[in-house]
């Protein structure tokens, strides 16, 4: 799990940044604006992946279609501390989709506003920075997760989980930081139909450089890859990859308050999405 407060200027990363201090408590909020334009098949899911990691679906339509939608999420994520190297958190998630679907024969516009997934996790660092990087390790597991098809809302519980692991290592001004996670899926049931979602890996080598005592940049990669998707017996999308370009700036307005703002950018045969996101990060 990247989260945006990885670094902060005045000592590009820090321990107590990546996890809260034992029994602090942090609240960061993320609102995000996408625009995606891609090509789905017969109730292959459009996947959105959260800033904190989590996969989440946006509203899709049984049947294949043309999609242009412009979606906006908000994730609130509570960080506890629990103990020295152990962090617990727990994250809701919502959206609003305005959606342009060309289906066949037909024209369809959609505005949806709803809660996307409930979840919860922790994060072990199982080894600080020294002489060689650090290694931090987590899961996380969507307690309740909501999925819009056509015109109706599924709920489904414990169907969604993610394992992810975070590198770094700081050679003053510049960090160099890694993060990887692996989301997987159980069946899910859709009304009369049981949906296999594809299991996504995650690979994001990124680099933060201090500008000054109190701003950051940053700029990196993510690579994902997927697998199928089934719908019943038949599959829907095959395996696939793709690479997005992400770059930011993080400004640290005091010792509690901290702001970062990404864009990410993908475009590939099937989909493209242009990403902007804003986090705050605000220690109780």
């Not at 037909?106 to 080894?127: E, M, P, V």
């Not at 993060?179 to 049981?194: E, I, N, P, R």
Request: aromatic letters at 14%; proline letters at 3%.
């Amino acid at each position: 799990m990247l989260l945006c407060s990885m670094a902060f200027a005045q000592k590009p990363v820090r321990i107590d940044d990546i996890l809260t201090q034992k029994n602090q408590i942090k609240l960061d909020s993320t609102f995000s604006y996408s625009n995606i334009q891609s090509s789905n098949n017969l109730g292959a899911t459009q996947a959105f992946q959260t800033q904190n990691g989590d996969i989440v679906a946006v509203p899709a339509y049984f049947g294949t279609s043309k999609n242009n939608i412009d979606y906006l999420n908000l994730d609130l994520t509570l960080r506890y501390g629990a103990l020295k190297d152990v962090e617990l958190f727990a994250s809701i998630n919502g959206y609003n989709s305005n959606a342009r679907y060309t289906l066949p024969s037909k024209l369809t516009n959609k505005n949806d506003t709803n809660i996307n997934a409930f979840s919860i996790g922790g994060t072990y660092q199982i080894k600080p920075e020294g002489k060689t990087p650090s290694l931090l390790l987590g899961a996380s597991t969507q307690i309740i997760e909501k999925t819009k098809v056509n015109d109706t809302i599924y709920t489904s519980k414990l169907k969604s989980f993610r394992v992810f692991a975070t590198s770094f290592y700081s050679v003053d001004p510049v960090v160099f930081l890694v993060s990887a996670s692996y989301s997987f899926h159980d069946t899910k049931t859709l009304g009369k139909v049981k949906r296999d979602d594809a299991n996504i890996f995650t690979l994001s080598p990124q680099v933060y450089f201090a500008v000054n005592p109190y701003t950051s940049l940053n700029w990196g990669v993510k690579y994902n890859y997927f697998g199928k998707t089934k719908i019943d017996t038949a599959y829907v999308s095959n395996n696939g990859s793709n690479l997005s370009f992400v770059t930011g700036v993080s400004y640290e307005f005091s010792s509690k308050i901290f702001v970062s703002m990404n864009a990410e950018y993908l475009n590939t045969n099937s989909q493209s999405q242009n990403r902007f996101s804003i986090t705050l990060s605000y220690t109780l």
